[in-house]
């Protein structure tokens, strides 16, 4: 299984909200927490480990990618 990057939502804004949402009222640590736990659901989900190391890397990428920007933009 390849990772696929574009969505596979029909409505992708209603799946973005759903995150959002759930979110709400939480602590900073509860959060995180919240996050951890969805992370480690959806790769047990996915059960594929070369799809799951592909998905890290990326996440890693665009994370440095977006500081970088922010840098440049100060």
């Known amino acids: 299984m390849a990772l ?3 969505s ?3 409505k992708p804004d209603d ?3 759903a995150v959002v949402e759930a979110h ?3 602590s900073d640590a509860q959060s995180a ?5 969805l992370v480690l659901i959806l790769a047990n989900h996915i059960g594929d ?3 799951l190391r592909e ?4 996440a890693k990428r665009r994370m440095i990618e977006a ?8």
């Open 4 to 6: 696929s990057t574009s």
């Open 8 to 10: 596979n939502f029909a």
């Open 15 to 17: 799946a973005f909200r």
């Open 24 to 26: 709400r009222g939480l």
């Open 33 to 37: 927490d919240l996050d951890a736990a």
């Open 49 to 51: 480990l070369d799809v």
């Open 55 to 58: 998905a890290i890397e990326l």
């Open 67 to 74: 500081s970088q920007q922010q840098q440049q933009q100060q």
